[in-house]
């Protein structure tokens, strides 16, 4: 299924430090929740200890969200900044280990419970970037569930593969492609159904009175937007969007808007709304960040306001970029307090887009339809990105977050500003371009140095890049092979630079220092 704006790219709308962590954890915490719930349980998280998992894991929000998704805690809800508290008044019996497992993913989860039946489960899951995940096994069976559908699993042991395969053709009828089943050993079986609607009752009433199902579960979504939706898409290339424009004369807010309503099933002002509501709490995090919020377990305080400060004082001159600086911090600042925030593309890069957009829009009087189109042309460009790579800094660097983020502001503010198609992809391209190679290496294991400034030179650069674009400059390489070569990079970089927490600033004498502070404060 080709990438959504607001599943994939703008989003989620979260608490914590990292999207990667904290949002994908407790997403993940959401679903085993639904297979077992925690309440007089003994959970038992593995992390694989080459994984970045293992050294990130409590500094960069992964047990937050974890724990406050196993307690049935919304994403922002303002107890999950006291999480360990809540975890010890509720009694969660939850135990991590660092262990030695085949892991193809560098976060990967592995998870056993037994719960107060004597039932055990244990799920394999990964966090694949920006908030994403993937259940790729459950109970043995290869699974693929990425919280986009209501998922209903009947698990059954029988010594009757003709009667499992006639349960089957009952669900497979019922609910026509929607269903799936799979063996696992010689008698355990596992019947999946895929829907865009709660079909639990319909499935209990299908087995009904059957002994060997041990149980039946409904798994929600954990993603706004859901799939299955039957619309075409109406484009899938970046080749073909731009042959749009061209002939409809459109422009790529508008394009996005097509893409999204058909992807999503639902029609354009549902879509326009969704943005709408995503743009206020990005602004609400600016106007929040820009106040000052406390949360103890961070390295830096409060600094947005020293670029008004000294613009009073006179000490530097007032401009757009300053602006953009002020609201780029007061965003990671929200961030860093545990306040409300959209990853866009990821948690660590949230600063970037919101930042620049808001900050020229502000600075040029520009009204709040235009900045939700900057928004929706942002997320487009990033859908682009999302269908060829990653977002996870874990595989590729930061080059995939902030670069990304770069890429997107600046085909919106292209957008804002008044420019075409051609030109959103052309600034995206050379923004892009300017940051093939940025490597991960959060200080202190916190998501805040050298987060800050690499979303600070994201939100420029892209500036930069849309004032070329606008003028004219020729980006040379298309936008395509950018992220062909990003691909590349990627793949090349060493693991210590892939937010391991080992390499570059990372391991720094000043960088072990803070976080030996941090651990014991």
Request: proline content about 3%; overall charge negative.
């Amino acid at each position: 299924m080709k990438s959504s704006i607001f599943n994939d790219v703008i989003g989620p709308v979260m608490r914590g430090p990292s999207s990667s962590h904290t949002a994908a954890s407790h997403r993940i915490g959401t679903v085993f929740r639904q297979l077992c719930p925690p309440e007089n349980s003994k959970i038992v998280v593995e992390f694989h200890k080459g994984g970045s998992l293992a050294t990130t894991y409590e500094g960069q929000g992964t047990s937050m969200g974890l724990i406050t998704g196993l307690l049935g805690f919304d994403i922002l809800d303002p107890r999950m900044k006291e999480y360990k508290q809540h975890s010890r008044e509720q009694n969660l019996n939850l135990e991590f280990k660092i262990s030695d497992y085949k892991a193809t993913n560098p976060s990967t989860y592995k998870i056993h419970a037994v719960n107060h039946d004597n039932e055990a489960f244990e799920m394999i899951a990964v966090s694949t970037g920006g908030g994403m995940i993937e259940i790729l096994e459950i109970n043995g069976f290869g699974v693929s569930i990425l919280g986009d559908y209501y998922e209903t699993l009947v698990y059954s042991v029988s010594s009757s593969e003709a009667e499992m395969e006639n349960f089957f053709r009952k669900l497979a009828k019922t609910f026509q492609s929607g269903a799936k089943l799979l063996r696992h050993n010689s008698n355990k079986y596992l019947f999946i159904v895929k829907s865009r609607l709660p079909v639990s009752k319909t499935v209990m009433e299908i087995f009904a009175g059957n002994r060997d199902v041990l149980w039946i579960r409904q798994i929600d979504p954990v993603l706004p937007v859901l799939s299955g939706s039957e619309a075409v898409l109406p484009f899938d290339s970046t080749e073909a969007l731009l042959k749009m424009a061209g002939e409809e004369k459109c422009d790529l807010a508008g394009l996005a808007l097509k893409y999204e309503s058909a992807r999503a099933g639902i029609d354009s002002t549902e879509v326009l709304a969704l943005m709408k509501d995503i743009t206020n709490h990005i602004k609400h995090s600016i106007d929040t960040g820009m106040t000052g919020k406390v949360y103890e377990d961070r390295i830096l305080g409060h600094q947005a306001h020293f670029i008004s400060e000294a613009e009073k004082d006179k000490k530097i001159i007032s401009t757009p970029l300053n602006k953009i600086i002020s609201y780029v911090t007061a965003i990671m600042e929200s961030k860093s307090s545990m306040e409300i925030i959209v990853a866009a593309p990821t948690a660590g890069s949230c600063g970037a887009l919101g930042g620049a957009i808001f900050a020229i829009a502000e600075a040029y009087n520009i009204d709040s339809d235009a900045v939700i189109k900057a928004f929706m042309t942002a997320g487009l460009v990033g859908v682009l990105i999302a269908d060829e790579y990653t977002f996870a800094a874990e595989e590729g660097g930061c080059q995939v977050e902030c670069g990304a983020a770069s890429g997107m502001a600046a085909a919106g503010l292209v957008q804002l500003l008044g420019g075409n198609a051609v030109q959103a992809i052309n600034a995206s391209s050379m923004a892009l371009q300017n940051f093939l190679g940025l490597i991960c290496d959060p200080v202190a294991d916190r998501v805040e140095v050298p987060c800050l400034g690499k979303n600070i030179l994201a939100a420029t650069n892209a500036l930069n890049c849309a004032i070329m674009s606008l003028s004219g400059f020729d980006p040379v390489i298309p936008l395509d092979e950018v992220i062909e070569a990003m691909i590349l990079v990627g793949n090349a970089l060493p693991r210590e630079f892939c937010c391991t927490g080992t390499g570059g600033l990372s391991i720094t004498p000043t960088s072990r220092m803070l976080h030996k502070k941090l651990k014991l404060s």
